[in-house]
């Protein structure tokens, strides 16, 4: 099973930026998908952003899209994602999450999950 442990949360002002990292080990990522979701306060947890490692194809939810890039980095098996003009709604856990094969946005389709990350954008 793989480890994912993510990093980068914090407190920011409306408009700021953060980056999110998400350190991968314990498996050959190559041919798997790369996901972040987030799950705010009595909400789901929802897809936001994804990038299959071998071909950097991303997919990105609506809401975030033209805000967000998701990237990854091969040298240090690590997953970013670049989140700029942040909003209150932003708010939330961002989870890391890895899945083999295709982009797909569902959660429950993604096997292995870091702890997440706290996101806080403050007004």
């Known amino acids: 099973q793989g480890q994912l442990v993510e990093s980068g949360g914090g407190l920011v002002q409306a408009g700021g930026s953060l980056r999110l990292s998400c350190a991968a080990s314990?498996?050959?990522?190559?041919?798997?998908?790369m996901g972040w979701f987030r799950q705010a306060p009595g909400k789901e947890r929802e897809f936001v952003a994804a990038?299959?490692?071998?071909?950097?194809?991303?997919s990105y939810a609506d809401s975030v899209k033209g805000r967000f890039t998701i990237s990854r980095d091969d040298a240090k098996n690590t997953v970013y994602l670049q989140m700029n003009s942040l909003k209150p709604e932003d708010t939330a856990v961002y989870y890391c999450?890895?899945?083999?094969?295709?982009?797909?946005?569902?959660?429950?389709?993604?096997?292995?999950w870091g702890q997440g990350t706290q996101v806080t954008v403050s007004s």
């Open positions: 314990g498996r050959t990522f190559s041919t798997y998908t």
């Open positions: 990038i299959k490692w071998s071909t950097s194809t991303t």
């Open positions: 999450a890895a899945r083999e094969g295709r982009i797909v946005t569902a959660n429950y389709r993604y096997d292995d």
